[in-house]
């Protein structure tokens, strides 16, 4: 099931897609976890990065999630948001090891940049005009769009993730597109 842009009809059948994806997970089903893992491995990175700034930390996050994710599936409840409930396991993960590592390094720019490149949501010959178009925002606008183009994060996830008020990453997110579709079309941005 695509994360990237949605309705609230489609958030909420991918909802219950993923609940379902759950609870066959926790009945041992690797078909299940599997299709869990593709659905929802690029939120689960983009969040375990937001937290840790290294791109090879949050690679390892993200894998030992899912690991945890086969062992515990049956601790969750239907009742809340499956996406929810699994960043906060990568978003737990990620803080554990920061404390573990004692330390808080930045994300590189390249690293942020590479983001798309991971999303397989975003076609190989699109990546390119997404980069191009990417290169006229500033650092934190980049990572807006970046979390929620590619990586599928609502709003309001990206707003708790980079802690910023949730007008402030709409904001930020329409200006982005606007700049972006100038960009493109080769007239002046806004």
């Given at each position: 099931?695509?994360?990237?842009?949605?309705?609230?009809?489609?958030?909420?059948?991918?909802?219950?897609?993923?609940?379902?994806?759950?609870?066959?997970?926790?009945?041992?089903?690797?078909?299940?976890?599997?299709?869990?893992?593709?659905?929802?491995?690029?939120?689960?990175?983009?969040?375990?990065?937001?937290?840790?700034?290294?791109?090879?930390?949050?690679?390892?996050?993200?894998?030992?999630?899912?690991?945890?994710?086969?062992?515990?599936?049956?601790?969750?409840?239907?009742?809340?948001?499956?996406?929810?409930?699994?960043?906060?396991?990568?978003?737990?993960?990620?803080?554990?090891?920061?404390?573990?590592?004692?330390?808080?390094?930045?994300l590189t720019e390249a690293e942020w940049d590479?983001?798309?490149?991971?999303?397989?949501?975003?076609?190989?010959?699109?990546?390119?005009?997404?980069?191009?178009?990417?290169?006229?925002?500033?650092?934190?606008?980049?990572?807006?769009?970046?979390?929620?183009?590619?990586?599928?994060?609502?709003?309001?996830?990206?707003?708790?993730?980079?802690?910023?008020?949730?007008?402030?990453?709409?904001?930020?997110?329409?200006?982005?597109?606007?700049?972006?579709?100038?960009?493109?079309e080769g007239g002046d941005a806004l």
């Open positions: 099931m695509d994360m990237g842009a949605r309705t609230e009809t489609d958030w909420s059948a991918e909802q219950a897609f993923l609940r379902e994806l759950l609870a066959q997970t926790a009945r041992g089903d690797r078909e299940a976890f599997g299709r869990l893992y593709a659905a929802t491995r690029g939120a689960v990175y983009a969040m375990a990065l937001g937290v840790l700034k290294n791109a090879e930390d949050a690679a390892d996050v993200t894998q030992e999630t899912f690991v945890r994710v086969w062992s515990v599936a049956g601790q969750y409840r239907p009742d809340g948001s499956p996406m929810a409930w699994l960043l906060t396991v990568a978003r737990n993960l990620a803080r554990m090891k920061l404390r573990q590592d004692g330390r808080r390094a930045d590479a983001i798309p490149a991971k999303a397989e949501a975003v076609a190989a010959e699109d990546r390119a005009v997404l980069q191009t178009a990417l290169a006229a925002l500033d650092d934190e606008t980049r990572r807006i769009v970046l979390l929620h183009a590619a990586s599928g994060l609502k709003h309001r996830e990206i707003a708790a993730l980079l802690e910023m008020p949730l007008a402030t990453v709409l904001s930020k997110y329409q200006r982005a597109l606007k700049k972006m579709r100038a960009k493109l």
